[in-house]
């Protein structure tokens, strides 16, 4: 059974800083493109970040130079370090592993960035 558990949310003050985690389970975790996507209120789901395979990253505009994605194929796990967190941040972050096979989804972490 293919599982991916995420953690790492919660609520953080304006400029502050949060690191989310996803492992993941009953896959082969090195032949995917792995990803954090977001929902905000009355948003749709965007992406955050990717990380290929072979190592290619993107980032929304948004938080070029705050987020960094990070994959850790020996332990089956990508995070996302969260700096410079801005109230427009806050919103329900999704991980995600896609092949040209299949796809999976996390079930999301809350992330507010509130004074």
């Known amino acids: 059974q293919v599982q991916l558990v995420e953690s790492g949310g919660g609520l953080v003050q304006p400029g502050g800083s949060l690191r989310l985690s996803c492992a993941a389970s009953g896959i082969f975790f090195h032949i995917y493109s792995v990803g954090w996507y977001r929902q905000g209120p009355g948003k749709q789901r965007d992406m955050v970040a990717t990380i290929t395979q072979g190592g290619t990253i993107i980032y929304t505009d948004s938080v070029k130079g705050r987020f960094t994605i990070s994959r850790d194929n020996a332990k089956n796990t990508v995070s996302l370090q969260m700096n410079s967190l801005k109230p427009e941040d806050t919103a329900v972050y999704y991980c995600?592993?896609?092949?040209?096979?299949?796809?999976?989804w996390g079930q999301g972490t809350q992330v507010t960035v509130s004074s």
């Open positions: 995600n592993l896609k092949n040209p096979l299949y796809e999976y």
